[in-house]
């Protein structure tokens, strides 16, 4: 896929490839680093892209670590449900959902310490509300059959 990258920034003119090397936020990783090698290559690689990279990835860095609150609608869901199938799905997702840094592929918690924690009280509670029920409505079961 690399190849490909580096086959179609070889037609874009200097001026379309220097606008393309700080638009961080629209272009594919492998991308940006082929327009860089091509800059690179015709010896008019700006000095300061690294810095402004580097700033761009310790912000991003920064705003993933923290995560963002679980909204009042999937906590009031997610306790609701702990009787079913709702709270393990709601729980799952906010105790173990991740997002992908665009930068460095790195892997973050999507939401924040309190609502991973909450998700997974909701999470592992519905899976013993439903095993405890399973087991009941098993044991009346064969005590009918026997």
């Given at each position: 896929?690399e190849n490909?990258?580096?086959?179609?920034?070889?037609?874009?003119?200097?001026?379309?490839?220097?606008?393309?090397?700080?638009?961080?936020?629209?272009?594919?990783?492998?991308?940006?680093?082929?327009?860089?090698?091509?800059?690179?290559?015709?010896?008019?690689?700006?000095?300061?892209?690294?810095?402004?990279?580097?700033?761009?990835?310790?912000?991003?860095?920064?705003?993933?670590?923290?995560?963002?609150?679980?909204?009042?609608?999937?906590?009031?869901?997610?306790?609701?449900?702990?009787?079913?199938?709702?709270?393990?799905?709601?729980?799952?997702?906010?105790?173990?959902?991740?997002?992908?840094?665009?930068?460095?592929?790195?892997?973050?918690?999507?939401?924040?310490?309190?609502?991973?924690?909450?998700?997974?009280?909701?999470y592992y509670i519905s899976?013993?509300?439903?095993?405890?029920?399973?087991?009941?409505?098993?044991?009346?079961?064969?005590?009918?059959?026997?």
């Amino acid at each position: 896929m690399e190849n490909d990258f580096k086959d179609m920034v070889v037609l874009y003119s200097n001026e379309e490839l220097l606008l393309m090397v700080y638009q961080f936020h629209e272009w594919d990783a492998e991308m940006l680093l082929a327009v860089e090698a091509e800059l690179k290559e015709r010896n008019i690689l700006p000095d300061d892209i690294l810095i402004k990279k580097n700033k761009l990835i310790q912000k991003e860095d920064e705003y993933l670590s923290i995560g963002k609150e679980a909204t009042f609608p999937q906590q009031f869901l997610g306790w609701i449900g702990i009787f079913g199938i709702l709270g393990i799905i709601i729980g799952n997702h906010l105790a173990f959902a991740k997002t992908v840094s665009i930068y460095t592929g790195k892997e973050y918690f999507k939401y924040d310490e309190p609502s991973r924690e909450s998700g997974r009280y909701m999470y592992y509670i519905s899976i013993t509300i439903i095993v405890v029920f399973c087991l009941y409505k098993l044991a009346n079961f064969m005590e009918r059959n026997y």
